[in-house]
Protein backbone atom coordinates (compact mmCIF):
# COMPACT_ATOMS: atom_id res chain seq x y z
CA UNK A 1 0.00 0.00 0.00
CA UNK A 2 1.51 3.40 -1.07
CA UNK A 3 2.31 5.90 1.96
CA UNK A 4 -0.65 8.04 3.19
CA UNK A 5 -0.23 11.74 1.82
CA UNK A 6 1.63 13.83 5.30
CA UNK A 7 -0.94 16.73 4.27
CA UNK A 8 -2.06 18.98 1.35
CA UNK A 9 -0.75 22.07 1.28
CA UNK A 10 -3.60 24.77 1.49
CA UNK A 11 -3.41 27.71 -1.03
CA UNK A 12 -0.05 26.36 -1.96
CA UNK A 13 0.58 29.05 -5.08
CA UNK A 14 -1.34 31.79 -3.90
CA UNK A 15 0.47 31.70 -0.49
CA UNK A 16 4.02 31.63 -1.92
CA UNK A 17 3.21 34.25 -4.16
CA UNK A 18 1.77 36.56 -1.67
CA UNK A 19 5.87 36.49 0.13
CA UNK A 20 6.59 38.03 -3.09
CA UNK A 21 10.17 35.74 -3.01
CA UNK A 22 13.38 38.19 -3.12
CA UNK A 23 15.41 34.72 -4.63
CA UNK A 24 18.32 35.81 -2.15
CA UNK A 25 16.11 36.42 1.03
CA UNK A 26 15.63 34.65 3.91
CA UNK A 27 12.35 33.35 4.51
CA UNK A 28 10.54 31.41 7.69
CA UNK A 29 8.07 28.88 7.36
CA UNK A 30 6.52 28.34 11.02
CA UNK A 31 4.08 25.97 10.26
CA UNK A 32 6.39 23.56 8.45
CA UNK A 33 3.92 20.28 9.13
CA UNK A 34 4.53 18.28 5.56
CA UNK A 35 6.12 20.81 3.90
CA UNK A 36 4.43 21.96 0.89
CA UNK A 37 4.91 25.41 1.36
CA UNK A 38 8.76 25.34 2.29
CA UNK A 39 9.38 23.43 -0.83
CA UNK A 40 7.57 25.76 -3.27
CA UNK A 41 9.68 28.53 -1.05
CA UNK A 42 12.62 26.79 -1.95
CA UNK A 43 11.87 26.14 -5.92
CA UNK A 44 12.04 30.26 -6.07
CA UNK A 45 15.04 31.05 -3.85
CA UNK A 46 18.73 31.16 -5.92
CA UNK A 47 21.26 29.80 -4.23
CA UNK A 48 22.04 32.29 -1.46
CA UNK A 49 18.42 32.50 0.03
CA UNK A 50 17.70 30.80 2.86
CA UNK A 51 14.76 29.55 5.08
CA UNK A 52 14.19 28.54 8.86
CA UNK A 53 11.13 26.13 8.92
CA UNK A 54 9.74 25.89 12.55
CA UNK A 55 7.49 22.63 14.03
CA UNK A 56 7.03 21.60 17.50
CA UNK A 57 5.81 18.59 16.23
CA UNK A 58 8.83 16.15 16.30
CA UNK A 59 6.95 13.91 13.29
CA UNK A 60 8.02 17.27 11.09
CA UNK A 61 11.21 16.22 11.03
CA UNK A 62 10.56 13.00 7.99
CA UNK A 63 10.01 15.70 5.76
CA UNK A 64 13.15 17.98 5.71
CA UNK A 65 14.08 18.41 1.98
CA UNK A 66 17.66 17.88 1.39
CA UNK A 67 18.64 21.58 0.90
CA UNK A 68 21.74 23.31 2.20
CA UNK A 69 19.53 26.45 2.21
CA UNK A 70 17.07 25.25 4.91
CA UNK A 71 17.31 24.61 8.48
CA UNK A 72 14.33 23.10 10.39
CA UNK A 73 13.58 24.38 13.47
CA UNK A 74 12.23 22.46 16.02
CA UNK A 75 10.69 24.46 18.04
CA UNK A 76 6.94 26.57 18.69
CA UNK A 77 6.33 29.65 16.79
CA UNK A 78 5.52 31.45 19.72
CA UNK A 79 9.30 31.36 20.24
CA UNK A 80 9.98 32.82 17.16
CA UNK A 81 12.46 35.84 17.29
CA UNK A 82 14.49 33.64 20.59
CA UNK A 83 14.65 30.95 18.56
CA UNK A 84 15.93 32.79 14.89
CA UNK A 85 18.95 34.73 17.10
CA UNK A 86 20.05 31.30 18.07
CA UNK A 87 20.98 31.59 14.01
CA UNK A 88 22.04 35.00 13.85
CA UNK A 89 18.87 36.19 11.99
CA UNK A 90 17.44 38.66 13.11
CA UNK A 91 15.16 40.67 10.37
CA UNK A 92 13.67 38.58 7.36
CA UNK A 93 12.16 39.08 3.92
CA UNK A 94 9.00 37.09 4.58
CA UNK A 95 7.28 34.84 7.33
CA UNK A 96 4.71 32.14 5.99
CA UNK A 97 1.90 30.75 8.48
CA UNK A 98 -0.73 27.96 8.06
CA UNK A 99 -2.08 27.74 11.49
CA UNK A 100 -3.68 24.45 13.04
CA UNK A 101 -3.10 21.02 12.65
CA UNK A 102 -2.14 18.78 9.82
CA UNK A 103 -3.82 16.27 8.05
CA UNK A 104 -1.16 13.63 9.23
CA UNK A 105 -1.97 14.98 12.83
CA UNK A 106 -5.86 14.10 12.17
CA UNK A 107 -4.93 10.49 10.63
CA UNK A 108 -2.74 8.77 13.21
CA UNK A 109 -5.13 7.46 15.61
CA UNK A 110 -2.83 7.23 18.81
CA UNK A 111 -2.28 11.08 18.64
CA UNK A 112 -6.54 11.61 19.61
CA UNK A 113 -6.75 14.30 17.49
CA UNK A 114 -10.19 12.56 15.60
CA UNK A 115 -13.41 11.52 16.72
CA UNK A 116 -13.22 9.09 13.76
CA UNK A 117 -10.75 6.56 15.59
CA UNK A 118 -11.11 5.38 19.67
CA UNK A 119 -7.57 6.34 20.90
CA UNK A 120 -5.78 8.27 24.21
CA UNK A 121 -7.07 11.68 24.61
CA UNK A 122 -3.77 13.02 24.17
CA UNK A 123 -4.18 16.14 21.14
CA UNK A 124 -0.73 17.16 21.32
CA UNK A 125 1.56 18.51 18.76
CA UNK A 126 4.18 18.53 20.77
CA UNK A 127 4.16 15.00 22.81
CA UNK A 128 6.63 16.72 25.12
CA UNK A 129 3.94 19.27 26.50
CA UNK A 130 2.66 19.23 29.64
CA UNK A 131 -1.22 19.52 29.03
CA UNK A 132 -3.12 17.02 26.94
CA UNK A 133 -6.59 16.71 26.47
CA UNK A 134 -7.66 14.03 29.42
CA UNK A 135 -6.36 15.97 32.10
CA UNK A 136 -8.42 19.09 30.58
CA UNK A 137 -11.61 17.22 30.77
CA UNK A 138 -10.97 15.58 34.21
CA UNK A 139 -9.28 18.32 36.21
CA UNK A 140 -10.54 21.71 34.42
CA UNK A 141 -14.11 22.85 36.39
CA UNK A 142 -17.29 22.67 34.76
CA UNK A 143 -17.18 26.18 33.91
CA UNK A 144 -13.95 26.52 32.75
CA UNK A 145 -15.07 23.25 30.25
CA UNK A 146 -17.92 25.09 29.04
CA UNK A 147 -16.12 28.54 28.32
CA UNK A 148 -13.37 26.40 26.10
CA UNK A 149 -16.01 24.35 23.92
CA UNK A 150 -18.31 27.67 23.49
CA UNK A 151 -15.49 30.00 23.00
CA UNK A 152 -13.09 27.77 20.75
CA UNK A 153 -15.88 25.67 19.10
CA UNK A 154 -19.12 27.86 19.28
CA UNK A 155 -20.76 24.54 20.82
CA UNK A 156 -24.44 24.98 21.54
CA UNK A 157 -25.78 24.03 24.60
CA UNK A 158 -22.24 23.91 25.80
CA UNK A 159 -22.94 23.76 30.09
CA UNK A 160 -25.25 21.07 29.65
CA UNK A 161 -21.87 19.08 27.93
CA UNK A 162 -20.03 20.38 30.60
CA UNK A 163 -21.95 19.00 33.19
CA UNK A 164 -22.86 16.00 31.78
CA UNK A 165 -18.80 15.57 31.52
CA UNK A 166 -18.67 16.60 35.62
CA UNK A 167 -21.08 13.69 36.17
CA UNK A 168 -19.14 10.78 33.91
CA UNK A 169 -15.99 11.50 35.64
CA UNK A 170 -16.69 11.15 38.76
CA UNK A 171 -18.03 7.90 38.29
CA UNK A 172 -14.42 6.69 35.94
CA UNK A 173 -12.19 9.40 34.53
CA UNK A 174 -11.70 9.74 30.71
CA UNK A 175 -9.52 8.27 29.20
CA UNK A 176 -10.03 7.87 25.56
CA UNK A 177 -11.50 9.32 22.88
CA UNK A 178 -14.40 6.95 22.33
CA UNK A 179 -15.77 7.78 25.72
CA UNK A 180 -16.18 11.35 25.13
CA UNK A 181 -17.71 10.69 21.48
CA UNK A 182 -20.36 8.55 23.91
CA UNK A 183 -21.19 11.01 26.16
CA UNK A 184 -21.07 13.70 23.17
CA UNK A 185 -23.27 11.18 21.29
CA UNK A 186 -25.67 11.02 24.57
CA UNK A 187 -26.37 14.96 24.92
CA UNK A 188 -27.17 15.75 21.40
CA UNK A 189 -29.29 14.76 18.87
CA UNK A 190 -28.72 12.30 15.60
CA UNK A 191 -28.67 15.49 13.63
CA UNK A 192 -26.50 17.72 15.61
CA UNK A 193 -23.71 14.85 16.76
CA UNK A 194 -21.60 15.14 13.50
CA UNK A 195 -21.13 18.67 14.17
CA UNK A 196 -21.01 18.54 17.90
CA UNK A 197 -18.23 16.20 17.72
CA UNK A 198 -16.17 18.27 15.16
CA UNK A 199 -16.40 21.64 17.05
CA UNK A 200 -15.52 19.65 20.77
CA UNK A 201 -12.87 18.01 19.23
CA UNK A 202 -11.37 21.32 17.96
CA UNK A 203 -12.22 23.02 21.14
CA UNK A 204 -10.02 20.93 23.23
CA UNK A 205 -7.19 20.75 20.72
CA UNK A 206 -7.42 24.89 20.15
CA UNK A 207 -7.19 24.59 24.43
CA UNK A 208 -4.21 21.76 25.12
CA UNK A 209 -2.40 23.63 22.60
CA UNK A 210 -2.50 27.29 23.50
CA UNK A 211 -3.36 28.28 19.85
CA UNK A 212 -4.82 31.08 20.65
CA UNK A 213 -1.69 32.33 23.15
CA UNK A 214 1.03 30.82 20.72
CA UNK A 215 -0.86 32.80 18.01
CA UNK A 216 -0.45 36.24 20.16
CA UNK A 217 2.92 35.86 20.61
CA UNK A 218 3.66 35.14 17.75
CA UNK A 219 1.60 38.34 15.87
CA UNK A 220 3.09 40.44 18.74
CA UNK A 221 6.58 39.95 17.64
CA UNK A 222 5.95 40.34 13.46
CA UNK A 223 7.07 44.10 13.15
CA UNK A 224 10.21 43.41 14.71
CA UNK A 225 11.02 40.59 13.20
CA UNK A 226 10.34 41.64 9.28
CA UNK A 227 12.24 43.83 7.35
CA UNK A 228 10.76 46.87 5.82
CA UNK A 229 8.49 45.84 2.54
CA UNK A 230 8.51 42.32 3.98
CA UNK A 231 5.81 40.22 3.66
CA UNK A 232 3.84 38.14 5.83
CA UNK A 233 1.16 35.61 4.71
CA UNK A 234 -1.30 34.03 7.43
CA UNK A 235 -3.79 30.93 6.69
CA UNK A 236 -6.44 30.70 8.97
CA UNK A 237 -8.94 28.13 9.80
CA UNK A 238 -11.79 29.80 11.70
CA UNK A 239 -13.24 32.69 13.09
CA UNK A 240 -11.45 33.59 16.12
CA UNK A 241 -7.69 33.16 14.28
CA UNK A 242 -8.40 35.27 11.22
CA UNK A 243 -10.04 38.39 13.46
CA UNK A 244 -6.87 38.29 15.45
CA UNK A 245 -4.64 38.98 12.14
CA UNK A 246 -6.97 40.92 10.93
CA UNK A 247 -6.64 43.21 13.69
CA UNK A 248 -2.77 43.10 14.21
CA UNK A 249 -2.97 44.27 10.23
CA UNK A 250 -5.05 47.12 10.34
CA UNK A 251 -4.08 48.44 13.61
CA UNK A 252 -0.99 47.20 14.18
CA UNK A 253 -1.79 45.59 17.81
CA UNK A 254 -4.22 42.74 18.82
CA UNK A 255 -6.91 45.35 20.39
CA UNK A 256 -7.54 46.60 16.99
CA UNK A 257 -6.90 50.37 18.99
CA UNK A 258 -5.45 52.91 17.07
CA UNK A 259 -1.63 54.05 18.07
CA UNK A 260 -0.32 57.57 17.47
CA UNK A 261 2.69 59.45 17.52
CA UNK A 262 3.29 62.96 19.76
CA UNK A 263 1.78 64.52 16.74
CA UNK A 264 -1.35 62.57 16.34
CA UNK A 265 -0.50 60.53 13.22
CA UNK A 266 -1.10 56.76 12.97
CA UNK A 267 1.63 54.41 13.79
CA UNK A 268 0.70 51.85 11.48
CA UNK A 269 3.40 49.04 10.75
CA UNK A 270 1.46 47.00 8.06
CA UNK A 271 -0.55 47.92 4.79
CA UNK A 272 -2.64 44.87 4.03
CA UNK A 273 -2.21 43.72 0.39
CA UNK A 274 -5.80 42.55 -0.25
CA UNK A 275 -8.90 44.08 1.52
CA UNK A 276 -10.71 40.70 1.54
CA UNK A 277 -8.80 37.66 2.89
CA UNK A 278 -8.38 34.90 -0.11
CA UNK A 279 -10.36 31.85 0.08
CA UNK A 280 -9.59 28.67 -1.72
CA UNK A 281 -11.18 27.98 -5.32
CA UNK A 282 -14.34 25.33 -5.35
CA UNK A 283 -12.28 23.28 -6.85
CA UNK A 284 -9.30 23.56 -4.63
CA UNK A 285 -12.17 22.65 -1.76
CA UNK A 286 -13.09 19.69 -3.98
CA UNK A 287 -9.85 18.25 -4.11
CA UNK A 288 -8.76 19.02 -0.47
CA UNK A 289 -11.80 19.18 1.83
CA UNK A 290 -9.68 20.30 4.77
CA UNK A 291 -9.14 23.54 2.78
CA UNK A 292 -12.91 24.79 3.12
CA UNK A 293 -12.56 27.12 6.05
CA UNK A 294 -9.17 28.75 5.18
CA UNK A 295 -8.54 32.36 5.37
CA UNK A 296 -5.66 33.97 4.04
CA UNK A 297 -4.37 37.54 4.56
CA UNK A 298 -1.25 39.24 3.05
CA UNK A 299 0.48 42.35 4.82
CA UNK A 300 3.82 44.20 3.74
CA UNK A 301 5.66 46.00 6.61
CA UNK A 302 6.10 49.68 6.36
C1 LIG B 1 -1.65 23.03 8.75
S1 LIG B 1 -0.12 22.28 9.15
C2 LIG B 1 1.00 23.05 8.03
C3 LIG B 1 1.13 22.35 6.74
C4 LIG B 1 2.22 22.89 5.83
N1 LIG B 1 1.99 24.25 5.43
C5 LIG B 1 2.40 22.00 4.61
O1 LIG B 1 2.44 22.53 3.48
O2 LIG B 1 2.51 20.78 4.76
C6 LIG B 1 0.34 23.06 10.64
C7 LIG B 1 1.66 22.57 11.22
O3 LIG B 1 2.11 23.56 12.14
C8 LIG B 1 2.52 22.97 13.33
N2 LIG B 1 2.21 23.94 14.39
C9 LIG B 1 1.00 24.37 14.79
N3 LIG B 1 1.12 25.25 15.79
C10 LIG B 1 2.46 25.40 16.01
C11 LIG B 1 3.22 26.20 16.91
N4 LIG B 1 2.64 27.00 17.81
N5 LIG B 1 4.56 26.12 16.84
C12 LIG B 1 5.17 25.30 15.92
N6 LIG B 1 4.50 24.52 15.07
C13 LIG B 1 3.15 24.57 15.11
C14 LIG B 1 1.75 21.69 13.45
O4 LIG B 1 2.49 20.75 14.21
C15 LIG B 1 1.57 21.28 11.99
O5 LIG B 1 2.58 20.39 11.57
Do not use: W
Not at 105 to 122: M, N, T
Not at 195 to 200: D, T
Amino acid sequence: MSKPVYHKAVLLHEAVDGLNIDPDGVYVDVTFGGGGHSREILNRLGPNGRLYAFDQDPDAAANVPDDRRFTLVPQNFRHLRRALRLFSVKKVNGILADFGVSSHQFDVPERGFSFRYDAPLDMRMNPDAPLHAAAVLNDYDESELQRVFSRYGELPRSAQLARTIGEKRVVSPLATTGQLVDIIEGVYGFKQRQSAKAQVFQALRIEVNDEMGALADFLDQLAEVLLPEGRVVCITYHSLEDRMVKHLIRSGNLDDEPVRDEFGKRLLPFKAVNRKPIIPSEEEIKENPRARSAKMRIANRL
